[in-house]
């Protein structure tokens, strides 16, 4: 296969998703070093975090109207360069009220880039299950390197630099970006916005059988991976007894199983459909939370972060289930409205973790996120045998 300019788009998309990530996944592996700076709780770092993940949700649908308004890529330039611009301001939080205004800013413009590099990859590929779990593989790329990167650092240096050095991340593939990706214009430079945030047209997509059966789908599997990439090191630590490192290691492994095999994902829904696909990760996500939990030793730990990091690539088949229910003209602004509308309420993943540990346990707390994932089973299983079509 040739290399053409739509490769191109694709690998820089993905290292611009891969550079968002970084930023935000490098707050979990030292949640501990920034408690004991701050003297504050799981639940004030919870409660941090979900702000960070709450704004990054509210941001998909007025990111794809920016883009059609100004064009894909100056929106996903800013989300790269905005990116360093977060990381600083809270690499250098004297009180933890700033802290938490830079996670909450580090989710808002991390979040300008997922829906409109995603409309501009399903516009230039035929089968995109494929492409999509390519560029959804940035996030567990950076996943992989930055626990351990930014623990190394953290253990020499401190937190603070360990969070500054994902701002040169940033800066590095926005110039990559800049360089190789050529602007393509706005697709309606005279959009009216106030027109899109029009109450009766968003409810009729959202109302869509197919779309808000997938939306109930995203919502209890995306609470899942929101409270894992919150506090899974955590669970390591207090839970398991791992230290920092193992359990950035280990971390690292979640993400490097969840890279690698979410590609098979997408290609399994091509073949098979999407919801077989997602049924399937459901049960190895579930299986992999119980091995957690139930198991001790690291055979025990590996075995369940596999298994946990494979279910955790649903987003492969569930994106394109998405798309494959908008039309052409639909999928920039549709897809970044049902994101927001799945990802704000999972948002409360961070949240509810943090309480329910702090409350009773990581065991009845990671029990929790179990129950969730048999909830998107039950659901799967009836829509199969309903015989919907969706």
């Not at 997922?114 to 390519?134: E, H, Q």
């Not at 630099?161 to 800066?171: E, K, N, W």
Request: some cysteine.
């Amino acid at each position: 296969m040739s290399w053409q300019y739509r490769h191109t788009v694709l690998v820089h998309c993905t290292l611009a998703f891969f550079a968002t990530m970084v930023g935000r996944v490098a707050i979990s592996p030292i949640v501990p070093s920034i408690t004991n700076e701050f003297t504050v709780s799981n639940t004030l770092i919870g409660a941090s975090l979900t702000g960070m993940w709450l704004s990054y949700a509210l941001v998909q649908y007025p990111s794809g109207i920016l883009a059609t308004r100004y064009g894909e890529r100056r929106i996903i330039l800013l989300s790269i360069g905005g990116t360093g611009i977060a990381c600083l301001v809270i690499a250098t939080a004297p009180h933890f009220a700033i802290f938490f205004g830079g996670t909450v800013l580090l989710g808002a413009i991390t979040g300008l880039h997922f829906s409109v590099a995603t409309a501009m990859i399903t516009r230039s590929f035929d089968r995109i299950g494929t492409p999509i779990a390519i560029h959804n593989a940035g996030g567990p790329i950076a996943g992989l390197c930055t626990p351990i990167a930014v623990s190394w650092i953290a253990v020499r240096y401190g937190w603070r630099p360990a969070i500054a050095a994902t701002g040169f991340v940033a800066v590095v593939v926005f110039v990559l970006f800049a360089a190789s990706v050529r602007s393509n214009g706005p697709r309606s430079p005279d959009l009216s916005l106030a027109k899109q945030f029009r109450l009766r047209p968003l409810f009729a997509v959202l109302s869509r059988p197919p779309i808000a059966f997938t939306s109930v789908v995203a919502i209890l599997a995306e609470f899942v991976w929101n409270a894992l990439i919150s506090f899974l090191p955590t669970f390591l630590i207090v839970y398991r007894g791992y230290s920092p490192t193992e359990s950035g290691v280990l971390f690292a492994l979640y993400f490097l199983t969840l890279g690698t095999l979410q590609i098979g994902v997408g290609s399994l829904s091509d073949r098979y459909g999407r919801n077989v696909a997602t049924g399937t990760c459901m049960i190895a996500a579930i299986a992999g939370l119980a091995i957690l939990l139930a198991l001790p030793g690291i055979a025990a730990a590996v075995t369940g972060i596999v298994l946990l990091g494979f279910g955790m690539g649903w987003g492969a088949s569930v994106f394109p289930q998405f798309m494959d229910h908008l039309s052409e003209s639909e999928r920039e602004t549709g897809f970044g409205l049902v994101r927001t509308v799945y990802l704000v309420i999972a948002s409360s993943g961070s949240l509810a973790l943090g309480i329910l540990a702090d409350q009773f346990g990581w065991g009845v707390s990671f029990g929790a996120l179990i129950a969730s994932l048999v909830v998107v089973c039950c659901l799967l299983l009836a829509n199969w045998i309903r015989g919907t079509g969706y």
